[in-house]
Structure formats: C-alpha cells, structure tokens
C-alpha cells in the first residue's frame, strides 16, 4: 500500500470525517492540533461578534487524515496533508 498524501481513502472532508466509524478519533486531536497552531502563532480563535467591522475573514478548510506508516499500517488520525 503507498502511505502518501495521495491515498484518496485517507483523506477525508469534515462532513466524510464526521460520519466516518472514527470521527471520535479525529475530533479528540483536534484540540491538541489548534494548540500547535497557536503555540507557533499561526492561529488565533476569535468570536466573530468581537471583531471589529474593518475585519478581514479569512475560510479555513479543515482536512482530514488517517497517516499511516510506509508499510501501510495505521499510524494516527490528524489534519492537514
């Protein structure tokens, strides 16, 4: 099996992750992703209704993968090929 980022079966769209048997998985990362992102300080959540009017939104678009090893096996569920 190739373990690349090209395997179609591994990676997912939210709504795929979110009615695939191992959302549960995917949804406890999460939180230990977003934390990465906003210790390298490329992430910063903020409520939408405390923004300024002059604010600039960005969509961000969440994908989903299982990353295996180079053999094929499972290794874990994470964001972002």
């Known amino acids: ?4 980022c090209n395997n179609k079966e ?3 769209t939210q ?8 959302a ?3 949804i406890k990362a ?3 992703k977003i934390s990465g992102l906003e210790d390298f300080g490329v992430f910063q959540y903020e ?5 300024p009017t002059s604010a600039r ?3 961000a678009i969440w ?4 990353k295996r090893k180079p053999t094929g096996e499972f290794l874990k569920n994470s964001y972002l090929c």
């Open 1 to 4: 099996m190739n373990a690349d």
């Open 10 to 12: 591994d990676t997912l």
């Open 15 to 22: 709504s795929q992750m979110l009615n695939a048997p191992d």
């Open 24 to 26: 549960e998985a995917f």
């Open 30 to 32: 999460q939180p230990t």
């Open 47 to 51: 409520p939408i209704a405390k923004l």
């Open 57 to 59: 939104l960005l969509n």
């Open 63 to 66: 994908s989903y993968r299982r």
